[in-house]
């Protein structure tokens, strides 16, 4: 509002950049000293002022990312100075209001899971006993419901972890795929494994950094399980024998032989620790990843075992397992065409499985460096983990319809 000099009132109007100045005061916290940058929007609504055409235009200049640590603890990514913003159809481009990528929530729970029960369980109950080891495993398969026997159905999209606390939810995991899919899964491990030999011609765009090679075992064996006698049981570490009392598990041996020359190639006593299950809506499987306590036996076994009689096979199981074991770095895939005795005499039943293994030793190294804050990859290899699981729980089936 203006006084003119005659003395009539006049009411003058606010300008657009006045207008936004006002709103801005009353909404901001600092009320009349707005930083700057606070409104950006701003900027697209003042008048541009008129450039001077005797200076030179001023290139503008990149801004780089910032070399700094990872928050979970890895190093820098090696030559950071040098990774510029992507500069594609979208312009100078950051991953967030921070430039960091936050970990998917399922995978942050396999992170976490694998820590606390492979890294943390040996800080708290110490080094393992002399032959016993922890072996990782994933395996492919499906969570049921055993009320209706079919595969649970969630109100979910996307990957989950099971709350296992979780009273009102009961699920069995049933481990197997279908011969189909076995032979689906050999097709595509079989491809990997030529792919991964030598640069693939034809590719776009061309492949000029060599794979690093698969490399793959078949085995035939016998697996025979026997029930541990008293004796046999007391035999066992107190970490294994714990383990078997807090599940009310019965302890049994796994004999394994060579199929073609009968040798004895491993003699376990396995328990379970833990198990993470993964639900995967979007493709036909779900997964399991467990954490097992294993103990290798010596010679001694057979005087620790029940041996079965006539009128009680009971006490023994045997399997075939022909399987197909394919390396890549600290992972091993493992595809099984498993046939045992079936329930009726002069029968046998056939199953198939699928599963992923992760070195206990990296994942323990990493682990511990992690804990340390010093230089790690436990992240990548985690991560390589959960990416080998997730190719193969979408493979036999393909997603889901």
Same mark, same amino acid.
């Given at each position: 509002?203006?006084? *003119?000099?005659?003395?009539?009132?006049?009411?003058?109007?606010?300008?657009?950049?006045?207008?936004?100045?006002?709103?801005?005061?009353?909404?901001?916290?600092?009320?009349?000293?707005?930083?700057?940058?606070?409104?950006?929007?701003?900027?697209?609504?003042?008048?541009?002022?008129?450039?001077?055409?005797?200076?030179?235009?001023?290139?503008?200049?990149?801004?780089?990312?910032?070399?700094?640590?990872?928050?979970?603890?890895?190093?820098?990514?090696?030559?950071?100075?040098?990774?510029?913003?992507?500069?594609?159809?979208?312009?100078?481009?950051?991953?967030?209001?921070?430039?960091?990528?936050?970990?998917?929530?399922?995978?942050?729970?396999?992170?976490?899971?694998?820590?606390?029960?492979?890294?943390?369980?040996?800080?708290?109950?110490?080094? /393992?006993?002399?032959?016993?080891?922890?072996?990782?495993?994933?395996?492919?398969?499906?969570?049921?419901?055993?009320?209706?026997?079919?595969?649970?159905?969630?109100?979910?999209?996307?990957?989950?972890?099971?709350?296992?606390?979780?009273?009102?939810?009961?699920?069995?995991?049933?481990?197997?795929?279908?011969?189909?899919?076995?032979?689906?899964?050999?097709?595509?491990?079989?491809?990997?494994?030529?792919?991964?030999?030598?640069?693939?011609?034809?590719?776009?765009?061309?492949?000029?950094?060599?794979?690093?090679?698969?490399?793959?075992? *078949?085995?035939?064996?016998?697996?025979?399980?026997?029930? /541990?006698?008293?004796?046999?049981? /007391?035999?066992?570490?107190?970490?294994?024998?714990?383990?078997?009392?807090?599940?009310?598990?019965?302890?049994?041996?796994?004999?394994?032989?060579?199929?073609?020359? #009968?040798?004895?190639?491993?003699?376990?006593?396995?328990?379970?620790?833990?198990?993470?299950?993964?639900?995967?809506? *979007?493709?036909?499987?779900?997964?399991?990843?467990?954490?097992?306590?294993?103990?290798?036996?010596?010679?001694?076994?057979?005087? /620790?075992?029940?041996?079965?009689?006539?009128?009680?096979?009971?006490?023994?199981?045997?399997?075939?397992?022909?399987?197909?074991?394919?390396?890549?770095?600290?992972?091993?895939?493992?595809?099984?065409?498993?046939?045992?005795? #079936?329930?009726?005499?002069?029968?046998?039943?056939?199953?198939?499985?699928?599963?992923?293994?992760?070195?206990?030793?990296?994942?323990?190294?990493?682990?511990?460096?992690?804990?340390?804050?010093?230089?790690?990859?436990?992240?990548?290899?985690?991560?390589?983990?959960?990416?080998?699981?997730?190719?193969?729980?979408?493979?036999?089936?393909?997603?889901?319809?």
């Amino acid at each position: 509002m203006e006084i *003119h000099s005659s003395g009539v009132i006049r009411t003058r109007v606010r300008t657009l950049d006045e207008e936004i100045a006002i709103a801005e005061r009353k909404q901001s916290p600092y009320g009349s000293r707005t930083p700057q940058g606070l409104f950006p929007w701003r900027n697209r609504y003042a008048p541009t002022k008129a450039r001077d055409a005797s200076q030179p235009i001023q290139p503008i200049q990149p801004r780089t990312r910032p070399v700094k640590q990872q928050p979970n603890g890895l190093a820098p990514l090696p030559n950071a100075q040098s990774l510029a913003p992507d500069s594609g159809v979208l312009g100078p481009w950051e991953d967030s209001i921070t430039n960091n990528i936050p970990s998917h929530e399922c995978f942050s729970h396999l992170s976490d899971f694998l820590y606390n029960e492979v890294v943390a369980r040996l800080n708290v109950e110490g080094p /393992l006993e002399a032959g016993t080891a922890i072996k990782i495993e994933a395996k492919i398969g499906q969570l049921i419901c055993p009320d209706t026997n079919t595969r649970i159905r969630l109100p979910v999209m996307g990957e989950h972890a099971i709350n296992k606390e979780d009273l009102g939810l009961r699920t069995i995991f049933k481990s197997s795929i279908t011969q189909d899919q076995h032979s689906s899964t050999n097709g595509v491990l079989n491809t990997a494994f030529r792919d991964s030999q030598k640069p693939k011609s034809g590719s776009v765009p061309p492949q000029t950094t060599p794979r690093i090679p698969l490399t793959y075992v *078949h085995a035939r064996e016998i697996d025979t399980y026997y029930e /541990l006698s008293r004796a046999g049981i /007391l035999s066992l570490p107190w970490s294994i024998r714990s383990k078997l009392k807090a599940h009310n598990s019965s302890a049994r041996v796994r004999i394994t032989t060579d199929q073609k020359t #009968g040798d004895v190639v491993g003699k376990i006593v396995k328990v379970c620790l833990a198990n993470l299950d993964v639900h995967s809506p *979007h493709t036909e499987f779900d997964y399991r990843v467990s954490i097992n306590l294993e103990k290798q036996l010596g010679d001694e076994w057979l005087g /620790l075992v029940v041996l079965p009689t006539a009128t009680d096979a009971k006490r023994s199981h045997r399997r075939n397992n022909d399987r197909l074991s394919y390396q890549h770095l600290a992972y091993q895939i493992n595809l099984s065409r498993i046939t045992s005795p #079936g329930v009726k005499k002069h029968t046998t039943d056939k199953a198939h499985e699928l599963s992923v293994e992760v070195s206990t030793a990296k994942v323990l190294g990493h682990g511990s460096l992690w804990k340390h804050d010093k230089p790690n990859e436990f992240e990548k290899l985690v991560r390589g983990f959960a990416n080998n699981i997730r190719l193969l729980a979408a493979c036999p089936g393909g997603p889901r319809s």
